[in-house]
Nanobody, 124 residues
Framework: EVQLQASGGGLVQAGGSLRLSCVAS????????IGWFRQVPGKEREGVSC????????YYADSVKGRFTISSDNAKNTVYLQMNSLKPEDTAVYYC?????????????????WGQGTLVTVSS
């Protein structure tokens, strides 16, 4: 059974940091790219970042570039999203997803498997 378990969300003040984790199981982790997405109620899901577990290629949305860092630990089947200098507009439910590709994007339709979300709330 494919599972993606996202965790690490919480309440933080603006300027603070959080680290999200996405633990994957049920598929060959190294064959997949992992993406992080976020969604605010009433708005479209936004692609935040993604990483290829094949060659380490990473991508960031402009809104998080320079503040967020995605990384992968293939031995632990885990992808992390380190979020620094958080802003109130980063408040959202964050989801991780898996796409069997070596050239990941943040197009949600490309992703095969999704985890449950973890809520990040940034207070001003």
């Amino acid at each position: 059974e494919v599972q993606l378990q996202a965790s690490g969300g919480g309440l933080v003040q603006a300027g603070g940091s959080l680290r999200l984790s996405c633990v994957a199981s049920g598929f060959t982790f190294g064959d997949y790219a992992i993406g992080w997405f976020r969604q605010v109620p009433g708005k479209e899901r936004e692609g935040v970042s993604c990483i290829s577990n094949t060659d380490g290629y990473t991508y960031y949305a402009d809104s998080v570039k320079g503040r967020f860092t995605i990384s992968s630990d293939n031995a632990k089947n885990t992808v992390y999203l380190q979020m620094n200098s958080l802003k109130p507009e980063d408040t959202a439910v964050y989801y991780c997803a898996a796409d069997r590709t070596t050239v990941p994007t943040t197009h949600a339709d490309n992703y095969d498997y999704w985890g449950q979300g973890t809520l990040v709330t940034v207070s001003s």
